[in-house]
Structures are given as C-alpha cells and as structure tokens.
C-alpha cells in the first residue's frame, strides 16, 4: 500500500516538473517612452496567457534611488514579442508602514482623489496627500485641497502620458503642489501615494507586438 502511494507521489512530482519545464520565461520591458526598462520575468507555456497579467517593482529598484523604497509601481503586458513581453504603466501605490510613519498626531492630513486626463487623451486616478505641520483648520483643510487638485488638474492637461507619471513618481508634482499649498498653511510633506491608469489613449498598434486592447481596467 506505502509503495503505491509512493509510485503515484513520484508521478505527481514527475508532471508538476514537466509542466515547469514546458513553460517559457518571458522577460518584461515597459514601453519605450518609459525607457524601455526591464521590469521582471513571467513563465507561461501560452503566450496568449501572458497578455493581461500585471508586473511589481519598486521605484528603487526601477530608478536605482533608494529614497524611493516606498512606491511600487506596476506595468500590464499589452504585448508580445519572441520572448519579450512588452507592458505598460498601469499604476503605483505606497506603503502602508511608510503612510503609517508619515501620519502622527496634532497634524491635518488632506487627500485629493481625481480622474484627469493627460495632454495625449491617456485617463488615470491620481490620489495625492498633504501632511500639515501642525493641525489646519477646515478653511485652511478646503483651501489646501482646491490647490492641490487645480495643480493635479493643470499638470495633466499640460503634460503627455509619460510625462505626467514621472511627476507623480519622481517628485515634481509633490514638490509644486508643497510651494503652493506652504502659501496657505505650513506644510510638512506631500506624497502622490497611489495612481490608477483607467484608459490608454487611442494609438497605432505598435508593430510586432500581439496587443491586447485599449481598455486597462474598468
């Protein structure tokens, strides 16, 4: 009885390795206009299955900044070609032990959550924080959250795709919307801590590539 439970053990271990070696692994690489970085691996013995699935790395990793450790960002495989799979930025979020630390007591924390659409028709869901240096009051809570979306507003309109993300990432739109708001009110710090791409814009199919479609999420 113990030796046919063994038999069949070994078959299942022997199926379970040759699946695995059936698999091919597919290198990740964004899209050119993000640098065409090299974001990860992901095995698959069907192409068709890799379409659709969604990659993590941190910035840190994806920049070589360590001051970045605390966002990760996320790219969807649109596309694929050979043994590349091409994808797309599709979002990022932060830590929660980094919000966690942020946050401390006899300081205001004002969130501005919008849909904006960048200059090339690109739709995302920016989600942006301002942390007081002491406590605000709901003026000054309203008048900090009015300039901190006309800033996310205005970036988008005037900013392509790629453009518009590398603000939200590296630091630009946090730094202007700090230089505006510290007008109000004194402002500790400022993180865009989790953005969304909603829709891609309408664009030529890029050659090569087996594309997936044009809406990302719903």
């Known amino acids: ?9 070994r078959r299942k271990v022997r199926k379970v390795r040759d699946k ?3 698999k091919v ?19 698959s013995n069907d192409p068709s299955l890799v379409l659709g699935r969604v990659a993590e790395i941190s910035l840190k990793d994806l920049t070589g900044d360590p001051t970045k450790h605390m966002h990760r960002i ?9 043994n590349k799979a091409i ?16 946050i401390r007591r006899r300081r205001s924390r004002i969130d501005a959550i919008l849909d904006v659409t960048t200059k090339d028709g690109y739709k995302i869901r920016t989600k942006a924080m301002v942390l007081t240096s002491y406590r ?5 809570k309203s008048d900090i959250r ?47 801590y989790k953005s969304e791409v909603l829709s891609l814009a309408k664009k030529e199919e890029t ?4 594309k997936e479609g044009e809406e990302i999420a719903s």
Request: charged fraction near 25%; hydrophobic fraction near 40%; charge should be positive.
């Open 136 to 140: 605000a009051n709901t003026k000054q």
């Open 87 to 102: 994808a797309q930025f599709y979002g990022h979020d932060t830590t929660r032990e980094f919000m966690k630390a942020q």
């Open 20 to 22: 695995w070696k059936e």
């Open 146 to 192: 009015k300039k901190m979306e006309e800033i996310i507003k205005e970036m988008a309109k005037e900013k392509t795709f790629p453009l518009y993300v590398q603000a939200m990432l590296l630091g630009e739109m946090a730094e202007k919307i700090k230089n505006e708001c510290k007008k109000i009110f004194p402002i500790r710090n400022v993180i865009i």
């Open 207 to 210: 050659e090569g590539y087996i």
């Open 25 to 43: 692994w597919y290198e990740i690489y964004s899209t050119p206009e993000f640098g065409g970085v090299f974001v990860g691996y992901t095995p």
């Open 74 to 82: 996320y790219w969807k495989i649109f596309g694929i070609t050979g």
């Open 1 to 9: 009885m113990a030796t046919a439970r063994t038999a069949r053990s």
